[in-house]
């Protein structure tokens, strides 16, 4: 009798101990994910600042970059964020599915850790 009371005891502390590691892992993802909204949201707020010609493509790379380096949540939201951008601005902008293109290349490598200053237009302020 004793020996069923204390596994069940035993399971009860392993299935609890698992379901808060889901918990914190949880939160963890959720926090990723707000950290990467604002740092797409930083991205986007220097980009329409520079107002920089050719510079959109590092700007898109720059923000999924920040966003990813935060963990699984940021990669997701900045995933999220690009193509949701991307799905109404190919609707709205008339560039075109060429631009759109180049846009998520750019989106992607970033999220894939590659360098921003890929996109880097020559003459762009250091401040970005």
């Given at each position: 009798?004793?020996?069923?009371?204390?596994?069940?005891?035993?399971?009860?502390?392993?299935?609890?101990?698992?379901?808060?590691?889901?918990?914190?892992?949880?939160?963890?993802?959720?926090?990723?994910?707000?950290?990467?909204?604002?740092?797409?949201?930083?991205?986007?707020?220097?980009?329409?600042?520079?107002?920089?010609?050719?510079?959109?493509?590092?700007?898109?790379?720059?923000?999924?970059?920040?966003?990813?380096?935060?963990?699984?949540?940021?990669?997701?939201?900045?995933?999220?964020?690009?193509?949701?951008?991307?799905?109404w601005q190919s609707g709205v902008s008339g560039r075109g599915a060429e631009?759109?293109?180049?846009?998520?290349?750019?989106?992607?490598?970033?999220?894939?850790?590659?360098?921003?200053?890929?996109?880097?237009?020559?003459?762009?302020?250091?401040?970005?």
């Amino acid at each position: 009798m004793r020996l069923c009371v204390c596994l069940l005891l035993l399971s009860a502390v392993c299935v609890s101990a698992d379901f808060l590691g889901g918990v914190r892992r949880a939160g963890e993802f959720a926090r990723d994910a707000v950290g990467g909204s604002w740092d797409m949201f930083k991205a986007y707020r220097d980009m329409r600042e520079a107002n920089y010609k050719g510079a959109d493509k590092y700007f898109h790379a720059r923000g999924n970059y920040d966003a990813a380096r935060r963990g699984p949540g940021g990669a997701w939201a900045a995933r999220v964020i690009s193509d949701a951008r991307e799905g109404w601005q190919s609707g709205v902008s008339g560039r075109g599915a060429e631009d759109t293109r180049a846009d998520q290349e750019a989106n992607e490598w970033g999220r894939r850790g590659g360098d921003p200053n890929r996109y880097r237009p020559k003459g762009l302020p250091s401040k970005y």
